[in-house]
Structures are given as structure tokens and as C-alpha cells.
């Protein structure tokens, strides 16, 4: 038997689960999930015989505005959010093969980071052309604005530790809509600096029980309204309705949301929309490897007073960085423990992905080891792989989502961290404004 909704939601990661939470609990749908969890990258996991330590396998933690989409969500939610401690604020970055604090403000002046030459090269940013590079890439207009030597020891392992990806390669105006706009709005970085001062800034905050919570709170709120382990195999249109296909049952609905990867999306497009199936399916993605690995806190020199470390590009590792885990959420172990997670693979060494467990964890100690001062061997570790997850916002994304969105019915909502934003404040806000459209419009 045909079941007919008004709604179908296919994918449950955090865009399919904002979505029909913001439509409220009256609302006639269904969410789909093929996966025997929903969540998506979202997931919080309890290690150990006690499950005495939490590791994050997919966002560490969240950024928040100070109003809008995440905020709302967790308020309805009656999550709590709260910020890392005062001394896990630091960010540290590699600079031959030890730990130096980021220069943000006036350690720009100090930080060896960058020659006298650099430093100088810097200070002229407000004499910059400010149309110059807007529509180029990261590498472009970071070089343009700041110098090469400010994309190599501090925009290079910024991009690699947001997107994975290479700033050659990545759309400024795609990766960074923010920064551009505020050039746009004020003719340089210094000068936004300066006539924005004072506005309210985004937090980092981490809701209490880790990422996951947010992921249960929805799947409670919604209740019988998700399907788990229900794998969609086909589509069908007829200019006014969709017929689903999936592992649960056929389905009808007046209304289709697709959260799913881009891959998977395409899939299902390519024979009821091919125009728009397309420009989805050309979008690459960056893989990447997450070790989480538990230590003794008595066999860990460096202090961890900080959020974590990223890597240059110039530095020639293997690993990305690592995150404090357990500084960031002191609560994610026992104080006689660290939880340390490090990141590998992206656009600069694709193949790690496919690196056996032993071979991932040589690198984290050779190269780990030596910036924290790791003793012996790790209590605990836990290797999390994903393969294809964080899309690449190359040159041609900006015509590319113009074209889907064009080539869009307006039966159909498109929601994923391959359109306008890879973070969950972006997925949710993003999520939450198509239910207000279609709330408005009802």
C-alpha cells in the first residue's frame, strides 16, 4: 500500500532533522533515513569498558550566532550550550616542528610565523584595490590582500582545517561569502575590522553531552515521524507529485526534501531530473580520517591549554592537526585522562583514507608524539572514516548552485552541506528558513 504524506524527507543528518523539526509538530511528513542511525556527521560516541570517555567522530564542536537558526533550534530544543573554558581558548599552529600560538591581534607583531617582510606586506592591506580577486580563489585573494607569506604559515592550515581542502583550488566567495562581503562593504579586512567593532561575534560552544544531544532531541521530538534503516531507490514525478520508492514502502507526496549528499542526490535525480541532477553530481568531495586516541594525562608533556593545532601545508606532515578534545570539554573523561583526536587526508594526501589502522597510527606517533610530548602508547583509540563528506567549493561553485537552484521545482527542497555551507550553523539556519518559506507561504 501507497502511503501519502504532504511532506517526505529523505536523509536524517542534521539538515533533514532541522528541517522537519522547524515545521513543527502538526506538520504532515515523514523522514527517511537509510542508515540504522539518524545524525548523519553528527556523532558523539561513548569509549571505554565504562564508556568513561566521549569522542566527537564528526563536528568537534558548534559555532553560534548570537540569534538565528542553531540558537532558535537548541532554545525550542531546551539544550544548553556551553562555551570551552577560559583555557581552551588558544589556537596553536606548527612553525618547524613545534607549537606557536596563532597570532590573532596583537601577536601578529611577535609571531615568528611571518619575517619582518611578511608582517609589513600585511600592514598594507588597506591600501589594497578592493575589487581585486572577490570571484577568484582563497589563494587569490589572500595573496592579494595579505601576501603569500600570510596564505602559507596562516590561511594555508586555516582552509585545511575547515574545508580539507586546497586554497588553490577553493571558491573565496563560496568558502568565505562573509569576508567578501564585508570587503565589498567597506573596501578592506582592517577597515571592516575597524567599523564592525563592537557587533556581537560568533561563539564556539559545545551543548552539554556532547554534539549528539542535539541529534537526540530531534529524533524525540519527532518520534514516529522517522523511519530508520529505510533506503530510498527511486524517485518519480509527475509535475505535481512524488512517488518514493524505498526499503519501508512506496510513498506520495505533494512535497520532496532531499538532505542527502550530493552523490546520493544526483543518483536519485539523474532519470526525473537530469538538468538538475548534473551540476549536483559534479561536485567533489574531500575525505577525511579522524583518530581519536585516549592517553594517560601523566604521559602527556605539552599542558593542552588550548582548543588544538593545525598544520601547514610548508611543514610537510602527514596530519592535518589535533584537536583538544578533552580541554575544549573537560567532562569528555576522568582528570587522570586526555582525549586527543587528530585529522588526516583532505585535498593535500588524499590516499590516507584508504591507510590500514596501523599505518594512520605510525603518523600520529611520529608526528604527534613529538609536538605533545606523548609518552609511551595510547590507552585507547578509535578511527572514524569519511569517505567523500566534505564537498569541494571549487572555482565553478558559485555558477554551479545558481544552476541547481534554476533547474529546482518548487516542490522540491534541496538541503546538504554541498550548497551554500559545510557547517552545522549553516545546514540548520539554511534548513530552517526553507520551512519558514513554505510556513509563509502557507
Known amino acids: 500500500m501507497t502511503r501519502c504524506v504532504e511532506t517526505l524527507v529523505v536523509g536524517a543528518g542534521i539538515s533533514g532533522l532541522a528541517y522537519a523539526h522547524a515545521r513543527g509538530p502538526q506538520a504532515d511528513l515523514v523522514v527517511l533515513e537509510g542508515a540504522k542511525r539518524a545524525g548523519g556527521l553528527v556523532h558523539t560516541e561513548r569509549l571505554g569498558a565504562q564508556g568513561e570517555f566521549r569522542a566527537e567522530l564528526g563536528p568537534e564542536s558548534l559555532r553560534f550566532e548570537v540569534a538565528g537558526g542553531l540558537t532558535d533550534m537548541l532554545r525550542e530544543l531546551g539544550l544548553e550550550a556551553r562555551k570551552p573554558p577560559t583555557n581552551a581558548s588558544k589556537r596553536f599552529l606548527v612553525h618547524r616542528g613545534r607549537l606557536v600560538d596563532a597570532p590573532l591581534g596583537p601577536k601578529m607583531i611577535t609571531t615568528p610565523l611571518l619575517t619582518l617582510g611578511g608582517k609589513l606586506r600585511l600592514a598594507s592591506e588597506p591600501f ?39 586554497p588553490q583550488q577553493l571558491s573565496m566567495r563560496a568558502c568565505f561569502p562573509r569576508l567578501v562581503e564585508l570587503v565589498e562593504t567597506h573596501g578592506g579586512l582592517f577597515k571592516a575590522l575597524f567599523k564592525t567593532r563592537g557587533d556581537p561575534a560568533p561563539s564556539v560552544m559545545k551543548p552539554v553531552g556532547g554534539c549528539d544531544a542535539i541529534v537526540s532531541a530531534l529524533t524525540r521530538a519527532l518520534g514516529e515521524r522517522i523511519v530508520l534503516d529505510a533506503s530510498v531507490g527511486s524517485l518519480a514525478f509527475d509535475g505535481e507529485t512524488w512517488r518514493v520508492r524505498s526499503t519501508v514502502g512506496e510513498f506520495e507526496a505533494a ?92 585535498a593535500r594526501r588524499p590516499e590516507t583514507i584508504d591507510l590500514a589502522e596501523a599505518e594512520l597510527l605510525a603518523i600520529v606517533r611520529s608526528e604527534v608524539r613529538a609536538l605533545l610530548e606523548l609518552r609511551g602508547e595510547p590507552e585507547l583509540v578509535r ?15 558559485p555558477e554551479r548552485v545558481a544552476a541547481i537552484e534554476a533547474a529546482c521545482p518548487p516542490s522540491l527542497v534541496l538541503l546538504g552541506n554541498w550548497l551554500r555551507g559545510i557547517g552545522v550553523n549553516h545546514l540548520v539556519a539554511h534548513a530552517r528558513s526553507r520551512a519558514a518559506e513554505l510556513s509563509r507561504a502557507g
Open 128 to 166: 589594497r584595490a578592493a575589487r581585486v580577486a572577490l570571484d577568484g580563489s582563497v589563494a587569490d585573494f589572500v595573496r592579494h590582500r595579505i601576501g603569500q607569506e600570510a596564505l602559507d604559515a596562516l590561511l594555508d592550515p586555516l582552509v585545511s582545517g575547515i574545508h580539507a581542502g586546497d
Open 255 to 346: 512535497r520532496l526534501v532531499l538532505a542527502l549528499p550530493a552523490a546520493s542526490a544526483a543518483r536519485l535525480l539523474s532519470t526525473v531530473a537530469p538538468a538538475l541532477a548534473r551540476p549536483i553530481g559534479s561536485i567533489a568531495s574531500e575525505s577525511l580520517v579522524s583518530v581519536t586516541h585516549v592517553w594517560r594525562r601523566a604521559d602527556v608533556g605539552h599542558p593542552l591549554d588550548g582548543f588544538g593545532y593545525l598544520v601547514a601545508s610548508r611543514e610537510r606532515m602527514r596530519h592535518l592537526g589535533t584537536l583538544f578534545s578533552s580541554s575544549i570539554a573537560p567532562d569528555a573523561c576522568p582528570p587522570s585522562h586526555v582525549v586527543l583526536r587528530t585529522l588526516l587526508g583532505g
Open 383 to 397: 578511527v572514524q572514516r569519511w569517505r567523500a563528506t566534505l564537498p569541494r567549493f571549487d572555482l565553478a561553485h
